[in-house]
């Protein structure tokens, strides 16, 4: 069992920075890859970001790729989404989930946490 909690999210101008974390509790975040999801208003559930186990291998959707980063702390159970560039078009409610392996759609995490807000202003 994994707990998801998501922080980070806030409302920020076109053009800045943030970074969102993903604070895990159990004692097997390492065996599990990690992905970012993002859902807008109206709009389905869209993939973001992946990253495998080790934290050596990332994925990302087409639309985020040279401003999003993600990474992760298997010592802190963390992992985060580093957001550059924001756009208008990013603003969405972003979640974190846990997979066994490494999958780009959402129907085959098996944890999720519960979402942060980002609003990006133009």
């Known amino acids: ?6 922080s980070g999210g806030g409302l920020i101008q076109a053009g800045g920075s943030l970074r969102l ?3 895990a509790s159990g004692r097997t975040f390492s065996s599990y890859a990690l992905g970012w ?13 992946l990253i495998n186990r080790s934290g050596s291998g990332t994925y990302y959707a087409d639309s985020v ?3 999003f980063t993600i990474s992760r702390d298997n010592a802190m ?8 560039s924001l756009r208008p078009e ?5 979640s ?10 959402a129907s085959e995490y098996e944890y ?5 807000q980002v609003t990006v202003s133009s």
């Not at 963390?78 to 550059?84: C, E, P, R």
């Open 1 to 6: 069992q994994v707990q998801l909690v998501e």
């Open 77 to 84: 159970n963390t992992v985060y989404l580093q957001m550059n």
């Open 96 to 105: 974190c989930a846990a997979s066994r392996g490494l999958y780009y759609s």
């Open 112 to 116: 999720w946490g519960q979402g942060t």
């Open 21 to 23: 974390s993903c604070a």
């Open 90 to 94: 990013d603003t969405a409610v972003y």
């Open 37 to 49: 999801f993002r859902q807008a208003p109206g709009k389905e559930r869209e993939f973001v970001a």
């Open 65 to 67: 790729k040279g401003r």
